[in-house]
């Protein structure tokens, strides 16, 4: 750990007078976020006026927060970068682990890329970093939802010294990790950060509109009121650089992985293949055991899944296809095309207002969402996952700063084409060719 502090020591002369860049992503802030309820987000529309907005950014197979800012950061797509789900098939846990290691990623990040020629770099909650290279790193290890009361901030997972003083600062900011008290406190150390040591990378992750969401609706007055703190506290963080005298240097990005859609209906599938005896429930459980021959890993708004053994794989599908609520059933082939998971049978994606449980013994493969179990464990109003094709699901993007165009607009990019537009900015480049192009337009 002392060596992060050294080696930022040594690199600050040249972090006066080198671009940086800050990357701010607003978890679940979808296109008509800003499309819509500018007048929520006065920052974010100044911010707009002296930069270039990426309105419909194409978000990738599934539209999760863990594959999504693994592509953000490698520009590739889950098929590549290995992340292609945010938890792991753990059958019998309710609650599975979820992809927290920068180990299991199998493409370079930019902030490895960054790291490599010798820049400093700084992370909070950004997705799948536990255990990186990261100078200053807050990593996430727990879910983001805010029900789950799993606080497993583990030393090991972050740089330790750093969180230890982030922690002794601002650690009375947290409530566990509820929102808004979790932003809170990221937005805090980010600042302390920003001032502090003058990163040349710095990634921010603020998941306050999108626990909202989940649990109050996509378009609800909680969201909005969330929509409105994140414009806040993009401004502190942007008032920050000015103090710290970083601003003039500093291109900053500020945009979403995902959007979301309301649910009202959830399908068990797994309730399905047990009909079929291809998996077995753990009596009195909604979990099931190891030995399954197919079942279904859910992704909110899609599902993967799989097989082994001699199932046939035709039945498998007939069986999908007969369930309420099904909109589209994607073959292994097809699902390597879209990106996901090379190993899946099939990739299947639920209508608007369905979503996939892996749940089996409920009253029925298709139920309603009951209001009173909003909280609970996968019981939501609003999900993601859905294929990126579905209408008005964009995300997007604002970039702003000296290398930037002024009052300019892109009408579409693609999700993995942040990385690479990241990588010019700080005038980098990605040891392999990235799946997605450098967005030229945003540059003056
Ligand atoms: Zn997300």
């Known amino acids: 750990m002392g060596l992060a502090f050294w080696v930022g020591n040594q690199k600050e002369d040249a972090s006066m007078t080198q671009n940086k860049l800050v990357v701010i992503s607003l978890d679940s802030m979808g296109f008509r976020d800003l ?75 930019l902030y490895d890329v960054a790291q490599q020629a010798g820049m400093t770099t700084a992370a909070f909650l950004w997705p799948v970093t536990a255990g990186s290279k990261i100078d200053y790193n807050l990593a996430e290890i727990f879910p983001n939802r805010i029900w789950t009361n799993q606080v497993l901030v583990s030393l090991k997972a972050s740089s330790p010294l750093f969180l230890y003083e982030m922690n002794k600062k601002y650690g009375k900011l947290r409530h566990g990790i509820k929102q808004p008290w979790l932003d809170d406190f990221v937005t805090a150390c980010a600042v302390d950060t ?52 970083t601003y003039e240097h500093t291109n900053f990005v500020v945009l979403g992985d995902h959007y979301q859609i309301n649910v009202d209906q959830m399908i ?48 498998v599908k007939q069986v999908i296809a007969g369930v309420e609520g099904i909109q589209r059933i994607y073959d292994g082939a097809e699902a390597i095309k879209l990106g996901a998971d090379p190993r899946c049978t099939f990739l299947v994606e639920a209508q608007p207002g369905y979503y996939f449980t ?49 009052n300019a607009t892109v009408e579409t990019a693609h999700l993995v084409d942040e990385g690479p537009t990241f990588a010019k900015i700080l005038g980098l480049h990605y040891p392999e060719p990235t799946a997605g192009q450098v967005i030229e337009d945003v540059f003056r």
């Not at 710095?202 to 989940?214: A, Y």
């Not at 429930?281 to 082994?308: F, H, I, M």
């Not at 749940?359 to 609003?382: F, L, M, T």
């Open 194 to 245: 920003l001032k502090n040591k003058r990163p040349d990378l710095t990634l921010i992750h603020l998941v306050d509109m999108d626990s909202m969401r989940h649990r109050n609706g996509v378009r609800s007055e909680e969201a909005k009121a969330a929509l409105h703190r994140l414009d806040e506290r993009v401004a502190q963080i942007i008032q920050t650089t000015k103090d710290a005298g």
């Open 358 to 406: 892996d749940e089996v013994n409920r009253p029925a493969i298709v139920e309603p969402v009951d209001p009173q179990s909003i909280g609970e464990h996968d019981r939501y109003r609003g999900v993601h996952g859905y294929g990126p094709t579905q209408a008005n699901y964009y995300t997007t993007a604002i970039f702003a700063g000296p290398q930037i165009k002024i």
């Open 268 to 315: 068990h599938l797994n309730m399905a293949f047990e009909q079929h005896g291809w998996l077995q429930s753990l009596p009195g459980k909604t979990t099931y055991r190891n030995n399954w021959q197919v079942t279904a890993k859910t992704c909110d708004g899609e599902t993967y899944v799989y097989t082994r053994g001699n199932v046939d794989p035709a039945e």
């Open 35 to 109: 499309n819509e309820l500018r007048e929520l987000v006065p920052h974010f529309d100044q911010l707009i006026n002296r930069g270039t907005w990426v309105k419909k950014v194409r978000g990738i197979f599934p539209t999760l927060t863990y594959p999504s800012h693994t592509s953000i950061i490698t520009g590739q797509y889950p098929a590549v970068h290995g992340i292609v789900n945010n938890t792991k098939l753990q059958p019998r846990r309710l609650s599975p682990d979820w992809y927290w290691y920068r180990k299991d990623v199998r493409a370079m990040p």
